[in-house]
């Protein structure tokens, strides 16, 4: 199993990125997936989460209404879309998978909001 996320950069206040992971070696339509971040210092949080057929999507408060989650059942694409950014979204974000009990993580891809 492998997730590779992709889109971070460096952003000024107010901005927008979208954020991708790619995932491949299992059958990605299954299977919920998630975003978390974790920025230096604090543990990492979750942010979104999104069942397996896309139709259910969750987030925490502090996105709640900024970052929208969703996929794609073709490419195996998961997206982060986060508009609004502030500094304190300043983060390494990864994506996440549960497999069957097996928890899979990508390497991460870092977000800089600053002008």
């Known amino acids: 199993v492998q997730l590779v996320e992709s889109g971070g950069g460096l952003v000024q206040p107010g901005g927008s990125l979208r954020l991708s992971c790619a995932v491949s070696g299992l059958a990605f339509s299954r299977y919920p997936m998630s975003w978390y971040r974790q920025a230096p210092g604090k543990e990492r949080e979750l942010l979104a989460d999104?069942?397996?057929?896309?139709?259910?999507?969750n987030y925490a408060d502090s996105v709640k209404g900024r970052f929208a989650i969703s996929r794609d059942n073709v490419k195996n694409l998961v997206y982060l879309q986060m508009n609004s950014l502030k500094p304190e979204d300043s983060a390494v974000y990864y994506c996440?998978?549960?497999?069957?009990?097996?928890?899979?993580w990508g390497q991460g891809t870092q977000v800089t909001v600053s002008s």
């Open positions: 996440r998978v549960n497999r069957m009990g097996y928890v899979y």
């Open positions: 999104i069942s397996s057929g896309g139709g259910s999507t």
